[in-house]
């Protein structure tokens, strides 16, 4: 059996360009969980990125990921989704 899971996101409603509802992250988070507790490694790349959902959404399910199970994060990403908030 693969120790690697590979999720590749492509927007739900307009591919490549709608972002992710929080319920529908939510659902990702809790199975990111779940393959973690089995010992498997998670690659999740967003490529929704025709309207700039991507970064947005991958920090949205970092912060669901570390609230949630505690997992830990570089702080260096969230100093600049902060900075790109605050430049729209």
């Not at 059996?1 to 659902?27: C, F």
């Not at 089995?38 to 959902?53: I, L, M, P, S, T």
């Not at 949205?60 to 570089?74: H, K, N, T, V, W």
Request: glycine letters at 4%; a positive charge; charged letters at 20%.
């Amino acid at each position: 059996m693969a120790n690697l899971v590979y999720i590749r996101l492509h927007g739900h409603a307009r591919t490549y360009a709608s972002s992710y509802s929080k319920p529908e992250l939510a659902y990702w988070a809790e199975r990111i969980a779940q393959w973690n507790k089995q010992g498997k490694d998670v690659h999740v790349y967003f490529d929704n990125d025709a309207e700039c959902a991507a970064p947005f959404n991958a920090l949205a399910l970092l912060a669901m990921l570390e609230i949630s199970q505690g997992f830990s994060f570089p702080r260096v990403a969230w100093e600049r989704s902060n900075t790109l908030r605050r430049m729209k």
